[in-house]
């Protein structure tokens, strides 16, 4: 079974651009979260999807907004981007959420680098 | 809000030997799950271990096992027999009840195993 794949794996944009990321959960996983990685502030949520709906939302500013397709798989995108936006963007997928008592997933994250 | 610390930012160990990673949180939920993530230099997020917070009994996998202290709010992880490739970030987390994909984590201990 292929794992969770995230595409770019790499990504340089330039202040003020925008950015679309994707995520293609473990085949049958109905459930993608989203994380951001910082050195500084570690690993946080931004949000969860699952059956196209968004269930569960972090603390990050509207600039950053996400959907779920009927294939479950899934895009991030963020708006108007600043400096701190720079981070490791981490998708994970799960068969139905914590809910269900089943793990999470994780693909090897896209890189985003804004300048 | 809970909150979830780990307190050696780093740490190392001969291999072979055994080596403890700390871990404790803070909750007033009863029932929650517990995490160990590693995530070594290919930046993919791989589960280690998971414990039930309603099971007394501590989880294990192989050479990996944690002490669940509920009421102490810590859950440690101890890897035995380390092997070189046991060398990679590992990070505990918090699953809150119904938490659906959200999931709160420490800020990581980089454990680097020496030959």
């Known amino acids: ?115 | 809000a809970q909150t979830v610390t780990q307190s050696q930012p780093e740490m190392s160990v001969q291999e072979a030997e055994t080596v403890t990673l700390s871990c404790t949180y803070d909750t007033s939920e009863n029932n929650y799950y517990l995490f160990w993530y590693k995530q070594p230099p290919s930046r993919q997020m791989i589960l280690v271990i998971r414990q039930e917070a309603y099971k007394q009994q501590n989880a294990t996998e192989n050479r990996f096992s944690v002490n669940f202290q509920k009421a102490a709010k810590s859950f440690s992880l101890k890897i035995s027999d380390s092997q070189l490739g046991d060398t990679a970030m590992y990070f505990c987390a918090f699953g809150p009840p119904g938490s659906q994909g959200n999931l709160i984590f420490g800020k990581g201990t980089k454990l680097s195993v020496k030959p």
């Open chain 1, 1 to 115: 079974k292929a794992g969770v794949t995230q595409t770019p794996r790499y990504l340089i944009k330039t202040r003020g651009q925008q950015v679309t990321l994707s995520c293609s959960p473990i085949s049958g996983h109905r459930s993608v979260s989203w994380y951001q990685q910082t050195p500084g502030q570690g690993l946080q949520f931004l949000f969860e999807y699952f059956s196209e709906t968004q269930r569960n939302k972090g603390n990050f500013p509207g600039r950053f907004s996400g959907r779920q397709f009927s294939n479950s798989r899934s895009e991030m995108n963020v708006s108007t981007l600043e400096l701190g936006d720079s981070a490791l963007y981490l998708c994970a997928s799960s068969p139905a959420g914590m809910r269900s008592n089943s793990p999470l997933h994780f693909g090897n994250g896209t890189r985003l680098t804004v300048t």
